[in-house]
């Protein structure tokens, strides 16, 4: 509700909601989101304990129209203590390894391709300041050559600073902003090849709407959470159908579908993250963790050509949780929610574009080999 408030105050001024005597309809469904933040409550209850962790955060997006079907800003809006009032996902927030499919785009934008081989090896990077940084892999280990595919798919650490490297930071910072990530607004040098590692701070709802340009075939949709409005009259003031904005053309969609397709492969991420994982569901479904250090942060996000959902999990104030990265700590609480909505024929009825169910596999463009 504050969310679209304040959204429609934008757009409108500050006094039409409180003159205007409108009548506003939403994008959320309500059984999705009471869904989402009972899901949301269960997993974190049984997680507190050991992993010393209070919230967590979930936004569901239709990426063909951006409309907001869930949005979980904290586990209980009343509850001081996890600061409840606070919406997380709209809170700035390191990403760590979700990010990295954005290096992977951008790099292919600017000649990278999935048959090119990029190479696991120590690397040490001036920090500047008489800092250096000698990053490693989440498993300890380097992995020697691998295949662009491989590097991504397995979440390894040196390969995307290798191709930040070679892109060059404004590159990827242009590439996220197309694809929706609006949050990183320093200068380049502010951030350091560590960015591609989660070193800037950026929000879930954004996050979650880079991935929906992922799923909707490299089109940004406009982030939507009104369908309709009508003033005390009953008049129409806006209706979503037919005053919606198109989508914006921000990535090739050969390249959003090769991403895609990494993102969807179990057998590619099996080295590092196993079999039958968290990520692994009975459908096409691409998706990416993400931990930050001392397990700030946990995050997974990922998509089917339906339905775009991204989770966060950690501690509001920012305290360390105890060993848990973003497979065994969101990933279950992305994997749920995912689960149910394929599983509930009222859920999928939200999914329809002009009548339509979304296909179940992801479409492949035209001028791929």
């Known amino acids: 509700i504050l969310y679209v408030q304040d959204m429609l105050e934008r757009r409108y001024g500050p006094d ?31 997680r507190a304990a050991e ?63 999935t048959g090119d081989v990029i190479w696991d090896v120590p690397i040490e990077l001036d920090l500047g300041g008489g800092q250096r940084m000698s990053p490693r892999n989440y498993d300890g280990r380097f992995h020697g050559p691998l295949l662009l595919r491989d590097a991504l798919a397995n979440s390894y650490n040196i390969p995307p600073i290798q191709l930040i490297r070679d892109i060059g930071i404004p590159a990827f910072i242009s590439t996220a902003r197309k694809l929706g990530v609006e949050s990183l607004t320093e200068p380049p040098g502010y951030y350091g090849l560590a960015l591609t590692l989660g070193g800037g701070e950026v929000t879930l709802l954004e996050m979650t709407h880079a991935f929906a340009t992922l799923a909707n075939a490299g089109q940004r949709p406009r982030l939507n959470g009104v369908l309709s409005i009508s003033d005390s009259r009953d008049n129409p003031v806006y209706d979503s159908s037919s005053e919606r904005l198109p989508a914006v053309n921000a990535l090739d ?117």
């Open 51 to 113: 992993h010393d962790v209070n919230n967590a955060s979930i936004v569901v997006l239709k990426p063909g129209s951006g409309e907001i079907l869930a949005m979980v800003g904290s586990l209980d809006y009343f509850d001081e203590a996890i600061d409840g009032q606070v919406n997380v996902a709209l809170q700035k927030r390191q990403p760590g390894s979700s990010i990295k499919p954005i290096t992977y785009a951008a790099a292919m934008e600017r000649g990278w391709n």
């Open 253 to 369: 969609p050969r390249i959003a579908y090769i991403i895609t397709d990494i993102l969807d492969d179990d057998a590619a991420r099996a080295p590092a993250m196993g079999r039958n994982n968290a990520l692994n569901l009975p459908f096409a479904a691409a998706a990416k963790t993400g931990t930050t250090n001392d397990f700030r942060d946990n995050w997974t996000l990922g998509y089917t050509p339906g339905v775009v959902v991204g989770v966060w999990v950690g501690n509001t104030d920012g305290h360390p949780m105890r060993n848990s990265s973003g497979l065994r700590g969101a990933a279950p609480l992305w994997r749920s929610i995912m689960e149910r909505i394929y599983a509930e024929p009222a859920f999928q009825e939200d999914l329809l574009v002009q009548g339509i169910l979304p296909l179940i596999e992801f479409a492949i463009p035209n001028g791929l080999e």
């Open 16 to 46: 039409a909601l409180t003159r205007g005597g409108w009548q506003i309809t939403t994008t959320l469904d309500l059984d999705l989101q009471r869904y989402a933040e009972q899901a949301a409550r269960d997993w974190i209850a049984s």
